[in-house]
């Protein structure tokens, strides 16, 4: 079975300073791992992906994420926060055969101060 | 172009009625999928479709929900003799079949809100 832990329900950082939201996940065979983004009252918005390859992926908006294969992780980071980041981020990881179906992690919620 | 449509964007209704929620995909995406975000969790995986291949129903909380996929395109969500614990965000995505489909993003509606009394 695939699942996705996000141990974190929420984080808070200053605006200009680097987030890092966490992201670790247990899938069989090669993993593909995905971030989204919910801004309040919208669906989930696609940010980046991570397939085979470079461990640093970038993604929308100056995102970028790290694969730790030796951590099973995935955490999502950007260099400088803004306030317009504050949202629900979800971290969702698939096998690479058998069910397409992606499992999501239980979200974190990013609050950057002004 | 147009992303996924889903209708309607809040729905109230009482237990034990019968409730249909619709997703219509981006053109051309050959995968939908529906999703349940309850207050505080997660994305619950319901089902899947995949062009003419039989659907994905393992995550089906139970027999009182159904889906249907009409024409490989529009797709109708049913849950019959509601519950207050079916009260959640139901959300569809779909994503297109092109080449390596696993690692194809999906494009979320903006879900119907759906509060049972």
């Known amino acids: 079975a695939q699942s996705v832990a996000q141990p974190e329900d929420q984080v808070n950082v200053a605006e200009g300073n680097p987030l890092t939201v966490k992201c670790t996940y247990s899938?069989?065979?090669?993993?593909?791992l995905f971030w989204y983004v919910q801004y309040p009252n919208r669906g989930l918005q696609f940010l980046l992906k991570y397939i085979t390859g470079d461990n640093l992926v970038k993604g929308s908006y100056g995102f970028e994420a790290e694969f730790n294969k030796s951590q099973t992780s995935f955490h999502l980071k950007k260099p400088s926060a803004l306030v317009s980041d504050s949202a629900l981020y979800f971290c969702?990881?698939?096998?690479?055969?058998?069910?397409?179906?992606?499992?999501f992690g239980s979200g974190t919620r990013l609050q950057v101060q002004p | 172009g147009a992303g996924v449509s889903q209708s309607p964007s809040n729905k109230v209704t009482e237990k034990g009625k019968d409730v249909e929620l619709r997703c219509d995909p981006i053109s051309g995406h050959t995968a939908l999928y529906w999703y349940r975000q309850s207050l505080g969790q997660g994305l619950e995986f319901l089902i899947y479709f995949q062009g003419n291949s039989a659907p994905d129903k393992s995550g089906l909380p139970s027999d009182r929900f159904s889906a249907e996929r009409t024409g490989g395109s529009v797709s109708t969500l049913t849950i019959q003799r509601t519950q207050q614990e079916d009260s959640a965000v139901y959300l569809c995505?779909?994503?297109?079949?092109?080449?390596?489909?696993?690692?194809?993003?999906?494009?979320f509606g903006n879900g119907t809100r759906l509060t049972v009394t």
């Open positions: 995505a779909s994503s297109s079949n092109t080449g390596a489909s696993y690692n194809s993003p999906l494009h």
């Open positions: 899938v069989s065979g090669n993993p593909y």
């Open positions: 969702a990881a698939r096998m690479d055969t058998g069910r397409r179906a992606l499992t």
